[in-house]
């Protein structure tokens, strides 16, 4: 009854039929035009991408081409989408201008972190080569496995001496830099390895550590082994006595990561209002005591966040462990496990395990994230 | 009590400084050893420790004395008016006249060094040949220690840093730009799923890539990217928009709304209002996120081993590669290193009060 009612033909809906075939009329030059200039932008970011995955010309050419390419492309693909929607009646390009904005962005972080979040859950669940469910076995091995049992260890160690002395020491630092005149010269230089890479530090410290041996005339030529031997000591081969050698690594982990705590901690610590600090003074207070009651409690939030920040990175601690030992002698950590099982191993199921379990152990950071977002923009 | 005071207060400037410069040095000397290690030549770096360049005092090696056949290595050996056993000849005996007579090798060699501990200056045998030896890709040869020829290949840092450029330079810009559209339209577009995708956005900032690795790579070898730099961008764009996203939805979101508002009753589009007033008027947030992720980028590691491996490899790769291949040559690591570290300094050094803006406004990067 409906459905002939639909299908009859009546005045009212030839009319909109006639409407729509004016309208196609009317724009039938611009749509083949539509079609054409995306079809040539396709073409042209195709060729370059052929000509970048097969090229043989020289190294540099390639570079140059490939950033044009990259950045151009970007930048011609919002264009050409942006002209097509803008063709289209003007009520339609009200609706779909926010996406042309907005959707390459959403489809990209979908692509690359939203949905890899469900895809490594469903991997976890099933085995090496993910051909059949396997239950919780990926789990089973993620919480009770000796290797894994290792993992959780240092990096509990990662996160409590890592994170306390790089934000206790950046509180040092940014608290006593803060009453200097060459202030600047020194956060510079603590800040400046957060220039380096992981792996440029690795190399730094693998010289301070390293070890030549035991035995007549040999000069060590490793920093601390030297300080070592100068005060009377026998020299050690640091980075190869569990547990100790975790510490060794952390302390390059501190290195690095102090200069952040110090910037933004000192930042926090020049907002503590004048007043307050001269009122305590003149009250009698001393500087420690100023410090810890009126400092720490001013910058309480900077300090959590800092934290925060610094507990999540020596949670997912990877590059320094990588280059330093591998993981052997007792230094393995929960990104490196992971990387050897996804990449060494194979093991497409325990590597999403792990994976999760990483998800699962920043997660309380996720929520809170999300829930002090919300009350920051209620009028969202 | 004024002056009491005073007093306190010099001490207490004292100690301050006292306590920052200790740490100060202590944060550079490990720099300072390996860029003064990689400026030496290789048989001295095995030899001596790098301190060693700076004036000290040192047993210098004036005279070898080689002992007549007719002394017994085996029992008590007399040579300068002392007697020692073997071992401690070769520990090193302090003779009377100030020197010291050290025994070269084994007994057989029956060689005495004679020494005497005196000042050595500034040394002056720097070389640029470790970095020459990093940086090409072509075959050196040269002379060892022990006068052999060796030759080998290069370890093709220069290229390296090439692909580095490659990987960072459009692995920067491509995010910012997208981020830049997407942060506008969340702040001034109005459209349904508005708030519930900005929410997400917000969850991802902190997520570990890790649980991205192995279904993207699953992905890119379906798509013949990886290895490419068109995959190797696209993932840094992945793993780096939603702080980009955020960043800049804060800075564009706190624009003046009249600013806006004029602008439309001026008939501009969104197209033009955004790449005529909100890019122009978003530089300092844009620069920000762009040295922050310039940074991140350069010194990557994880991604680029999973997506780029060895073809194509960034100079992380490459200054890994030589520590797991020769982990005792030490002119190559320590060269290649500061190779790898000079541009993110000089960026750092040069942009700093930019890159600090960005650490404040996003410390919670994933």
Known sequence: MNLAKTNAPSPNNNNVFAKIIDWFGSTLGKIFVSIFVPAVTFIVLWQGYLFLSKANAPQILQVIVAIVWGVGGVALLYLVTNWLVMKLPPKAARTLQPFVFVGPAVAIMAWFLAIPVVRSLIASFRNALGTEWVGLDNYVYAFTNPRMLETFRNNALWMVFGTSFSVGLGLLIAFLADRTKAEVVYKSIIFTPMAISFVGAGVIWKFVYTYKGTGVGIQEIGLLNAIVTALGGTPQPWLNIPPWNNFFLIIIMIWLQTGYAMVILSSAIKGVPAELLEAARIDGATETRAFFNIIIPYIKGTLLTVTTTIVIFSLKTFDIVRVMTGGNYGTNVIANEFYLQSFTYNDAGKASAIAIVLLLLVTPVIVNNIRSFNEQRKGF | ?366
């Open chain 2, 1 to 366: 009590m004024a002056k009491g005071q005073k007093t306190t207060k010099r001490t207490q400037n004292f100690w301050t400084n006292f306590v920052l410069i200790f740490i100060c040095v202590v944060w550079m000397v490990p720099v300072i050893g390996i860029l003064i290690t990689s400026f030496r030549p290789s048989e001295d770096i095995f030899k001596t420790g790098w301190w060693t360049v700076f004036p000290h005092k040192e047993d210098v090696e004036i005279d070898r004395v080689v002992l007549p056949e007719t002394v017994d290595v085996n029992g008590p050996i007399t040579y300068g008016g002392k007697t020692a056993m073997f071992e401690e000849w070769q520990r090193g005996v302090q003779l009377d006249d100030g020197t010291k007579a050290t025994w070269y090798g084994n007994k057989r060699t029956r060689t005495l060094i004679i020494s005497q501990n005196q000042w050595v200056g500034f040394a002056t045998n720097l070389t640029l040949k470790n970095y020459q030896d990093v940086l090409t890709g072509k075959t050196i040869t040269y002379k060892d220690a022990q006068g052999n020829t060796i030759t080998r290949v290069g370890n093709n840092l220069g290229g390296a840093f090439l692909n580095s450029l490659a990987v960072s330079i459009p692995g920067t810009i491509i995010p910012i730009l997208i981020a830049a559209f997407a942060a506008f339209g969340f702040a001034w577009l109005e459209f349904p799923g508005r708030n519930i995708f900005f929410t997400i956005i917000v969850a991802l900032l902190v997520v570990p890539l890790q649980i991205a690795l192995v279904p993207i790579l699953q992905d890119y070898v379906g798509l013949g990217l990886n290895g490419t730099f068109l995959g190797i961008w696209l993932a840094h764009t992945g793993f780096g928009l939603p702080l980009a996203t955020y960043l800049l939805f804060n800075y564009i979101s706190s624009l003046p709304r009249e600013l806006l508002e004029s602008a439309y009753i001026d008939g501009a589009s969104n197209f033009t209002i955004f790449t005529n007033l909100i890019l122009p008027l978003s530089v300092p947030a844009l620069a920000s996120f762009a040295i922050f992720q310039f940074l991140w980028l350069w010194n990557d590691y994880l991604v680029a081993l999973v997506f780029l491996g060895e073809k194509n490899q960034t100079v992380t790769i490459a200054v890994a590669r030589l520590v797991g291949e020769k982990g005792q040559d030490w002119h190559l690591m320590t060269a290649a290193a500061f190779v790898s570290m000079i541009l993110p300094l000089i960026v750092f050094l040069a942009l700093q009060r930019y890159f600090v803006r960005g650490l404040m406004a996003g410390s919670v990067k994933g």
